[in-house]
């Protein structure tokens, strides 16, 4: 169990990994985009994060949450 927790634990090391993780796990994660989006604007790697918040609208074009930096 303890293996178990320390290699599940590696998720939680930053926002970009966790992030990742969840948008791998599930790609319609609109939460997850827009998340990502805001990792990567603070990294100031403005493609990607603009790729995300795209890949947010695909999702639901209508969700406040992608429409806005409210998440």
């Not at 796990?25 to 403005?46: A, E, F, K, T, W």
């Not at 603009?50 to 074009?61: D, G, V």
């Amino acid at each position: 169990m303890g293996a178990l927790t320390w290699r599940q634990g590696g998720i939680y090391k930053s926002e970009e990994k966790f992030f990742t993780y969840v948008v791998a796990g599930n790609p319609q994660s609109l939460s997850g985009h827009n998340n990502l989006g805001y990792v990567c604007i603070d990294q100031g790697r403005l493609d990607e994060a603009r790729a995300q918040y795209e890949l947010s609208l695909k999702i639901n074009p209508n969700a406040p949450v992608a429409l806005t930096k409210s998440g």
